[in-house]
């Protein structure tokens, strides 16, 4: 590989979106938009591309490995990320592809979870009615990239989805394409550690 394709290739971008109603979306509809006006980034709307939920891996896994950033796009959902998200994780980093012996298709990529909450900001807080600051809920996402080998980048949130103005809508949106336009280049970038390696004995893989 050249060195312009290898270039090409560490700036490769692969999101993924996820939102079960894309017309009562009111934040998540525009990042996309953006994010598909973005010449490097290969965009995938989940709800859309599969709305049977049956997920082709072959191809999504090769969207993966030519992709240095891969961004997950969509709404908090009970705390956690929408059904056909989740199942696309299931079906999609497999043993021995993203995780474990052999398994080394991801390693030294970067995960970067996008994301929206309706609840507002001060409702993540031991004295609102979410209990707990927001960061209690991304330890799954962290250990998801620390077991492929990828780095977890500090996410970008934005809580209030449904009741904060226009202005910070349109604020946040633009932050997202210019954190997709400049992706290596972040200034935080140099501060972040290396990828964890989380080694799985092939005998907790033993079948049932």
């Not at 490769?12 to 079960?20: K, R």
């Not at 799954?140 to 780095?151: I, K, S, V």
């Not at 290596?184 to 989380?198: F, H």
Request: proline fraction near 6%; aromatic fraction near 12%; include cysteine.
């Amino acid at each position: 590989m050249d060195e312009h394709q290898r270039t090409l290739s560490e700036e490769a971008i692969y999101l993924i979106a996820a939102h079960p109603n894309w017309r009562e979306s009111r934040v998540n509809r525009r990042l996309l938009d953006m994010a598909r006006s973005v010449a490097r980034v290969d965009s995938n709307d989940l709800y859309t591309r599969y709305p049977d939920y049956f997920i082709d891996v072959a191809a999504e896994q090769a969207r993966l490995a030519a992709a240095q950033l891969i961004v997950l796009l969509h709404p908090i959902q009970w705390y956690s990320m929408p059904a056909l998200q989740k199942l696309w994780l299931d079906e999609v980093l497999t043993y021995g592809w993203a995780y474990g012996a052999g398994g080394d298709a991801l390693r030294g990529k970067d995960l970067w979870l996008v994301a929206t909450t309706g609840s507002p900001s001060d409702s993540y807080h031991p004295q609102g009615y979410n209990r707990y600051f927001f960061d209690a809920f991304l330890p799954p996402y962290e250990q998801t990239a620390a077991l492929c080998g990828m780095r977890f980048l500090p996410p970008l949130l934005l809580h209030g989805a449904h009741s904060v103005s226009e202005i910070e809508v349109s604020q946040h949106i633009e932050v997202f394409g210019q954190r997709l336009q400049s992706y290596p280049r972040w200034p935080e970038m140099d501060e972040l550690g290396n990828c964890v390696a989380c080694n799985v004995p092939v005998a907790d893989r033993a079948k049932d």
